[in-house]
């Protein structure tokens, strides 16, 4: 059987391809959507970094706080005996800070637990060599007791002695027994101090601007030891929480160098903070400004640091930097 081909067929006719004005569109709708994925993956890496640097903030603020309440609530405190003034033995006892004796600021007057020195940012303001001076417009804070727990003699340690009537100070691990009930109690003296500063231990030398950090100078076997706190602290304020009548409750809140501090009890301390992020992030505005609670300041225009800490055209709270500003009060053990 013989088989014909089928002319009648329907024919294709020859093949074409995409038209360059439909590649053209193709590429438009594929730039479109690869922009909107780098724009949803850039600013969720924003947002992540946002939220990371807020966090840090918080828990930086979180671990200072912890650090510092503990320390002030038991300002005055003399173990057994309430009164720091009853302390005696001041004058044999020696603390030291890089070979000076400092032994009339760090233990010449018990009888003032706390003291606050408000903006003290002059040379010498803060013992112990080299950070003796604060971050400009900073309160520093000192705080005198004793602590918490009773200790063992420890000849390396200055130590009180203390009991209802009065208290000794002593450093050769002997307890001065005589004249002391059966009573008494040995306790560490505690001797801290507050401040900030313009540099941090971790500074970038790369960085535009210095990070500043909170440090504490404190005493250990006799000796003040300066170490670093916290990054990324700007400034720290105190008001004091006065009772001018002695009614037991707290009547106003001042500034430490306000006169009536002399002459009422001191039953609240009022911390306030500014902190910022450790990294920087371009391009953010800074949405100051941060009123601080001393009113002096309220009038002073931001103090300008540069790197290298000189006065420069910078400004004291740079942009680039998220911060949050924090108030807390502490009532003290009185």
Same mark, same amino acid.
């Given at each position: 059987?013989?088989?014909?081909?089928?002319?009648?067929?329907?024919?294709?006719?020859?093949?074409?391809?995409?038209?360059?004005?439909?590649?053209?569109?193709?590429?438009?709708?594929?730039?479109?959507?690869?922009?909107?994925?780098?724009?949803?993956?850039?600013?969720?890496?924003?947002?992540?970094?946002?939220?990371?640097?807020?966090?840090?903030?918080?828990?930086?603020?979180?671990?200072?706080?912890?650090?510092?309440?503990?320390?002030?609530?038991?300002?005055?405190?003399?173990?057994?005996?309430?009164?720091?003034?009853?302390?005696?033995?001041?004058?044999?006892?020696?603390?030291?800070?890089?070979?000076?004796?400092?032994?009339?600021?760090?233990?010449?007057?018990?009888?003032?637990?706390?003291?606050?020195?408000?903006?003290?940012?002059?040379?010498?303001?803060?013992?112990?060599?080299?950070?003796?001076?604060?971050?400009?417009?900073?309160?520093?804070?000192?705080?005198?007791?004793?602590?918490?727990?009773?200790? $063992? *003699?420890?000849?390396?340690?200055?130590? /009180? !002695?203390? %009991?209802?009537?009065?208290?000794?100070?002593?450093?050769? =691990?002997? @307890?001065?027994?005589?004249?002391?009930?059966?009573?008494?109690?040995?306790?560490?003296?505690?001797?801290?101090?507050?401040?900030?500063?313009?540099?941090?231990?971790?500074?970038?030398?790369?960085?535009?601007?210095?990070?500043?950090?909170?440090?504490?100078?404190?005493?250990?076997?006799?000796?003040?030891?300066?170490?670093?706190?916290?990054?990324?602290?700007?400034?720290?304020?105190?008001?004091?929480?006065?009772?001018?009548?002695?009614?037991?409750?707290?009547?106003?809140?001042?500034?430490?160098?306000?006169?009536?501090?002399?002459?009422?009890?001191?039953?609240?301390?009022?911390?306030?903070?500014?902190?910022?992020?450790?990294?920087?992030?371009?391009?953010?505005?800074?949405?100051?400004?941060? $009123? *601080?609670?001393?009113?002096?300041?309220? /009038? !002073?225009? %931001?103090?300008?640091?540069?790197?290298?800490?000189?006065? =420069?055209? @910078?400004?004291?709270?740079?942009?680039?930097?998220?911060?949050?500003?924090?108030?807390?009060?502490?009532?003290?053990?009185?």
């Amino acid at each position: 059987m013989k088989i014909f081909p089928n002319f009648n067929l329907p024919s294709h006719g020859p093949q074409r391809g995409m038209t360059l004005i439909e590649l053209m569109t193709s590429m438009t709708i594929g730039i479109f959507l690869i922009a909107g994925a780098v724009t949803v993956y850039v600013q969720s890496k924003m947002n992540y970094r946002t939220t990371d640097n807020v966090s840090r903030i918080q828990e930086n603020i979180r671990f200072v706080m912890d650090t510092i309440e503990p320390d002030l609530r038991l300002t005055g405190y003399w173990g057994r005996n309430k009164n720091g003034t009853l302390v005696g033995n001041t004058a044999g006892v020696q603390v030291f800070c890089t070979g000076a004796d400092i032994s009339g600021w760090a233990i010449g007057n018990l009888g003032q637990g706390i003291q606050v020195l408000d903006n003290a940012f002059d040379v010498g303001a803060i013992p112990c060599a080299p950070n003796t001076v604060a971050r400009p417009n900073s309160d520093v804070l000192a705080i005198r007791h004793a602590s918490s727990r009773v200790m $063992p *003699a420890n000849p390396n340690q200055i130590q /009180l !002695l203390s %009991d209802l009537f009065h208290g000794e100070l002593f450093r050769n =691990g002997v @307890a001065p027994l005589a004249g002391f009930d059966a009573g008494a109690q040995i306790h560490d003296l505690v001797v801290n101090v507050y401040y900030v500063d313009n540099n941090s231990n971790n500074q970038d030398p790369a960085a535009r601007f210095l990070t500043p950090s909170l440090r504490q100078k404190t005493l250990v076997n006799g000796v003040m030891t300066d170490q670093e706190i916290m990054p990324g602290v700007e400034n720290l304020q105190i008001q004091l929480g006065l009772d001018t009548n002695e009614s037991g409750t707290v009547d106003s809140y001042v500034d430490p160098s306000n006169p009536a501090v002399a002459t009422s009890t001191v039953m609240a301390i009022r911390l306030w903070m500014l902190v910022r992020a450790e990294i920087e992030e371009f391009g953010y505005g800074d949405p100051g400004p941060y $009123p *601080a609670p001393d009113r002096a300041l309220a /009038l !002073l225009p %931001d103090f300008p640091i540069i790197p290298g800490g000189a006065p =420069g055209p @910078a400004t004291l709270y740079p942009d680039g930097f998220r911060r949050l500003q924090v108030t807390k009060t502490i009532f003290l053990r009185n």
